[in-house]
């Protein structure tokens, strides 16, 4: 991993020396990391971050499941009053080696999800959970109940009514 690559959440962890059976790895962003992270995502505060991971050796590589929660506070779209919520993301991705990895996609119709790089035999679980709270944010999120209120108009006009407005000013 180079600087340039890493964000402000970073918990590289040796696969390399992984025991055979796998291993557990917990992710516990700090109040500094999240002020960070919420400069980044522009939000107006995370309060907590963590991820929850299983790694797990394959014939490809390292597979990471596990869970990413994080207690957030955002902007309404519709009311621009910040309200708390709560992301939780699943996560499941494959690790290989770069030498390991296919040249191009597959040119059939289905779907390539290559799996990401192992780095100097590490993976980075700060930046993975990162990554999974990014894809959980809500990209209009809405405060519970608030309602976006749109224009003076009591009734929705018909598309005829202009017309009819028309035809009453300019006589038959």
Do not use: W
Request: with cysteine; net charge negative.
């Amino acid at each position: 991993m180079t600087p340039d690559e890493v964000g402000p959440l970073t918990r590289p962890v040796d696969v390399v020396h992984m025991p055979a059976r796998g291993t557990q790895a917990h992710v516990h962003a700090t109040e500094e990391e999240c002020r960070a992270l919420a400069r980044d995502f522009k939000l107006p505060a995370i309060r907590s971050l963590t991820g929850d991971f299983t790694l797990e050796k394959t014939a490809k590589g390292i597979q990471v499941r596990g869970t990413v929660r994080a207690d957030i506070t955002q902007t309404c779209v519709a009311t621009l009053e910040d309200f708390d919520s709560t992301v939780e993301e699943d996560v499941d991705v494959d690790f290989a080696e770069p030498e390991g990895m296919p040249a191009a996609p597959p040119t059939d119709e289905h779907d390539f999800d290559p799996p990401d790089e192992i780095v100097n035999g590490k993976i980075d679980l700060g930046a993975l959970t990162a990554e999974f709270l990014a894809l959980g944010l809500d990209p209009y999120p809405r405060k519970p109940g608030a309602a976006f209120e749109g224009g003076d108009k009591d009734k929705e006009e018909s598309p005829f009514a202009a017309l009819a407005k028309l035809k009453g000013q300019g006589g038959d």
